[in-house]
């Protein structure tokens, strides 16, 4: 009697622990594609066309318009450019390696919402349910109204609640602080003291976004599109609705899945040395960048307990592409499926209708900025269909699904203005192509 009961309770325990791992990631039936190295001219594209891609590198840091650069082309499944250019530190010159690892800020926007994705696709919630329902701190919010003289504001009741669709969109109406386009957000921001990007200060995203909720919106929720720290949210709502901190979720539901071992929000010290520093130009040199309104050391110095889903993640160019190949691989990679097709196809279409204007070149979806046919008429951004965006150090990618190509960009600076890779490069992989 008493085996039976052991077999039983041994029989529930397996049970639940099938249950729990099949919630996360899952083996594909399809065929399984890795992102491997290959030559150029078995997926059709020009060695002699891609070489131009090294011409404009070695011009913008010998004009002194960049330090460094790792530039990243693949096709097919098959990265056939992988290079690097220039220095990694002002001070000691070090050359450039093609593992070195960038911040990646925004870049980091697109694996949170890959995250959020992951959890519905289990069923957890409904897109449109307002975050106040796992956030309780953002019930009833309120939009600006004016600013006094004496700093303080008043507002006026939202006519709806936050959706986890507003916060995905950037159409929450949740502002960026110090980098808001509007000064008197910068200013409620700064005296809530919210953490907008990135710090090494001992601090959870969990405390900072209970303060943030409580701050008044730039808009009601769905009628702009305003660029916000609302993927910090979201970074907090994948705690919540996991059960996991958010560093460890994407660790284990990602980053492992996907063999993106160089990607973090903080470098352990094996690491630190191939942390690219942030550079800028004084006098006409590069010198590394001051402390300002954050650390720019903050990846591998400080607390560690900040994990922004807006800013925060840091990688190689290997790593974020392997990421883009899943999408082209529509969910999938190394015989793992994070997403199903479905899900691809829903976070590529137009989310926000017009909110970019009336017949826009890309717009918006539920993690990227894709080319629309438009865009693909005037020429230079890929295929429509091809998604992209950037970030704040001056990194930037695209994937066309359409020509099976992944770009990627990684530089490290700030406030220079005489960058121009940053349009030259997706010209540049585009007229490589030769099938």
Known sequence: ??????????????????????????????????????????????????????SMCLKAIKDGNLPGVVALVARNGKIIYHKAFGTADAKTQQTLKKDAIFRLASQSKAITATA???????????????????????????????????????????????????????????????????????????????????????????????????????????????????????????????GETFDAYLQTHIFEPLKMTNTAFYLPKSKEDRLVSVQTKKDGKWINYPTTFYDP?????????????????????????????????????????????????????????????????????LAFMVQSDKGEGLGGNGSSGTFSWGGYFNTQYFADPKEQTIGVLLKQTQNIKSDDTSWKFSILVGQSIDD
Request: proline share 4%.
């Open 297 to 365: 050391n903050y990846p591998i110095k400080g607390a560690r307990t900040f994990f922004s889903g807006g800013a925060g993640l840091s990688s190689t160019a290997e790593d974020y592409a392997k990421f883009l190949q899943m999408y082209l691989n529509n969910g999938e990679l190394n015989g793992i499926r994070l997403l199903s097709r479905t899900t691809i196809e829903m976070i590529m279409s137009n989310q926000i209708g017009e909110l970019w204007g009336k017949d826009p070149k890309e717009f918006y979806g």
């Open 116 to 242: 959020v994705m992951m959890l519905w696709e289990e069923g957890r919630f409904k897109l449109d349910d307002p975050i106040s329902k796992y956030i309780p701190e953002f019930k009833n919010p309120q939009v600006l109204d004016s600013v006094l003289a004496d700093g303080t504001f008043t507002t006026k009741p939202a006519i709806r609640e936050i959706s986890i669709r507003h916060l995905l969109t950037h159409t929450s109406g949740i502002g960026y602080g110090v980098i808001d386009g509007d000064d008197r957000f910068k200013k409620i921001y700064k005296d809530a003291g919210i953490i907008d990007l990135f710090t090494t200060e001992k601090i959870s995203i969990a405390d900072n976004i209970k303060k943030l909720a409580l701050l008044p919106l730039h808009h009601n929720p769905g009628d702009e599109f305003t660029y916000s720290e609302s993927y910090d949210v979201l970074g907090y709502f994948i705690e919540i609705i996991s």
């Open 1 to 54: 009697m008493k085996l039976k009961y052991t077999h039983r309770i041994l029989f529930i325990i397996i049970l639940v622990l099938s249950c729990f791992l099949s919630q996360a990631q899952t083996k594909s039936i399809q065929n399984p594609h890795a992102l491997t190295y290959g030559n150029a001219s078995e997926v059709g594209v020009s060695e002699e066309r891609l070489a131009r891609i090294d």
